[in-house]
C-alpha cells in the first residue's frame, strides 16, 4: 500500500450514509483516497459513528492501493475566536471528532487553525496550541493536519512560520502535521509555478517530513490576493503544468492529493482521469 509509485488522488466527498457509501463514491469517480466533512460545514450533526459500517470499511479499504483519509474539520471550528461559545464549540467538535476519527485508525484530521478575529496573531498561535495540549492523546491512531491558508482577514497559517510557531507549541507534536493548500499557498503569496522554491522554504521552516497531505486547487486569483477562491484544476491563475509538476514532485511521492476544486461528480471524475494519466505517462 506505501509503495514509493502509490499515487493517492481523491476529492471531497459528502459524508451522507457513512463510511462504506463514501467509498463507493470515491472509488467510482476513480480516486483512491477522498477526503469528507465530520459534520456538516455549519456545524450542525457529526457524521454517524457506526462501529459495523466503519469495520466493513477498514477491511474494504485494505485491499489494493488505498490512501489514508483526509477528513475536514468544520470551517466553524476556531480554537482563537474572542466568543468564550466558539472556543468551547472547536473543544468540543475537535474532541469527538478524534474519538470518531479512531474508528479509521491511520487517518489525517485536517483543521483551518483559526481567525483571531482582530487579537492578533501572536494571541492566535497561543489559543490554537492551547487547544491541541488539550485535545491530543498519547494514545490516539489519527495524524492532526494544520493547513496551510490564504491570509485572509485575520487567519492564522498565512505563513509557514505561523504554522511552525504552532507545531512548537504543541506537546504532542508526533501527532501533527501539514496539509499543504495549492490555491491557499498561491493566494498567501507563494509561488506555485516553482514548486521547488516552495518546498525548500517549507522545509527550511517546518521541515518536509512533517507535510503528510496535499490539498490540490487552481486559483480564482493572482499569487498574493489572499482570498482564497478555488478554481478549476485547469482554469484559474495557476498554469495548469505546474500543478501536474506538484503530484509528480518526488518529494510529494506517497501523499494523499486532494481536490477541492469548484466540480460536479463528472468534473472531478475528469480531472482525476487527466492528472491519473499525466502521473502514469511521466511518473
Ligand atoms: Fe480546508
Ligand atoms: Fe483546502
Ligand atoms: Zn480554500
Known amino acids: 500500500m506505501s509503495t514509493n509509485r502509490a499515487f493517492y488522488l481523491g476529492y471531497h466527498v459528502s459524508a451522507s450514509g457513512g463510511y462504506m457509501a463514501m467509498a463507493g ?30 469495520a466493513a470499511f ?56 483559526g481567525s483571531h478575529v482582530g487579537q492578533g ?31 485572509k482577514g485575520s487567519e492564522v497559517g498565512g505563513r509557514f512560520e505561523e504554522l511552525r510557531e504552532i507545531l512548537d507549541r504543541v506537546t504532542l507534536r508526533e501527532k501533527m502535521g501539514v496539509c499543504l493548500d495549492t490555491c491557499h499557498v498561491w493566494d498567501g503569496g507563494y509561488d506555485v509555478e516553482d514548486m521547488d522554491s516552495v518546498l525548500t522554504e517549507f522545509d527550511a521552516v517546518i521541515g518536509l517530513s512533517r507535510l503528510r497531505a496535499m490539498h490540490l486547487n487552481n486559483s480564482l486569483n493572482d499569487r498574493g490576493s489572499r482570498k482564497d477562491r478555488h478554481a478549476k484544476l485547469r482554469e484559474g491563475r495557476i ?29 472531478y471524475a475528469a480531472e482525476i482521469a487527466w492528472l491519473r494519466e499525466r502521473w502514469e505517462a511521466e511518473a
Open 58 to 113: 477498514r477491511a474494504h479499504w485494505s485491499g489494493g492501493e488505498k490512501g489514508p483519509l483526509v477528513a475536514h474539520a468544520p470551517y466553524t471550528l476556531n480554537p482563537c475566536s474572542d466568543k468564550e461559545g466558539v472556543r468551547e464549540f472547536a473543544r468540543l467538535a475537535f474532541t469527538e471528532d478524534l474519538a470518531r476519527m479512531e474508528l479509521t485508525p491511520g487517518c489525517f484530521y485536517n483543521f483551518h487553525p
Open 121 to 151: 496573531t501572536e494571541a492566535g498561535i497561543a489559543a490554537i496550541a492551547a487547544l491541541l495540549n488539550e485535545v491530543l492523546t498519547p494514545d490516539m491512531h489519527t495524524t492532526v493536519l494544520l493547513e496551510t491558508m490564504a491570509g
Open 239 to 267: 498554469d495548469p503544468e505546474a500543478l501536474v509538476r506538484v503530484v509528480r514532485h518526488p518529494a510529494l511521492a506517497g501523499r494523499p492529493f486532494i481536490l477541492e476544486t469548484p466540480n460536479d461528480d463528472a468534473g
Open 25 to 54: 463514491r470515491a472509488e467510482s469517480l476513480g480516486a483512491n483516497t477522498f477526503a469528507f466533512f465530520t459534520r456538516n460545514p455549519r456545524g450542525g450533526a457529526a457524521l454517524k459513528a457506526d462501529e459495523s459500517d466503519a
